[in-house]
């Protein structure tokens, strides 16, 4: 990965480590990251329109419908969000920076643990410091995040762009 990319994988990785993700779970999510959105500033932070269902997605990993309110919400209220701070504006956008990243990390532990649908998520991920990277891969991919994992128009792709983002994360963390 360029440089860049490593500055950015590196800013995430400490955020979801801030959040309380061990190093394996935060490797894992700094993959699913990548997948969704290349580490761009713009998709991190913003918006965008799925293109599969037309739905606006929010935040880091792409939040949409009820789920996006709900991270709107979590991200308006300082004491939610752990930081004290507004960190959405009412028309529902993300203020940038290493907070808001923080707080998104948060918000993904408080749907692992407060939303039944999640609990295969809760028990085999967030409960396992030591999940592997496959593991994350399968229970990220259909349980939690929900994203296409075996549609094939998006499988190949989207599982080498997630590779390539656990690549960039594991080689900035040997050269810090």
């Not at 490593?6 to 999510?29: C, P, T």
């Not at 997948?35 to 929010?58: I, K, M, V, W, Y």
């Not at 969000?81 to 990390?105: C, H, M, W, Y």
């Amino acid at each position: 990965g360029t440089a860049s990319e490593q500055e950015k994988a590196l800013v995430l990785y400490d955020a979801a480590r801030e959040a309380g993700f061990s190093e394996n779970q935060a490797i894992a999510l700094i993959g699913e990251i990548f997948r969704e959105n290349s580490f761009r500033n713009d998709l991190l932070f913003g918006t965008h329109l799925d293109p599969a269902n037309a739905a606006t997605n929010a935040g880091i990993i792409s939040w949409q419908g009820d789920r996006r309110t709900n991270l709107i919400n979590f991200m308006k209220d300082p004491t939610l969000n752990g930081t004290g701070k507004v960190l959405a504006t009412d028309d529902g956008r993300i203020i940038p920076g290493t907070e808001s990243l923080e707080a998104q990390f948060r918000f993904m532990i408080s749907e692992m643990n407060t939303i039944p649908s999640y609990n295969e998520t809760k028990t085999r991920f967030l409960g396992n410091p030591n999940v592997s990277l496959q593991e994350a891969e399968t229970l990220l991919g259909e349980n939690y995040i929900r994203w296409r994992i075996y549609d094939p128009k998006y499988r190949s792709d989207s599982l080498a762009n997630k590779n390539y983002g656990i690549s960039v994360i594991t080689n900035a963390l040997k050269n810090r």
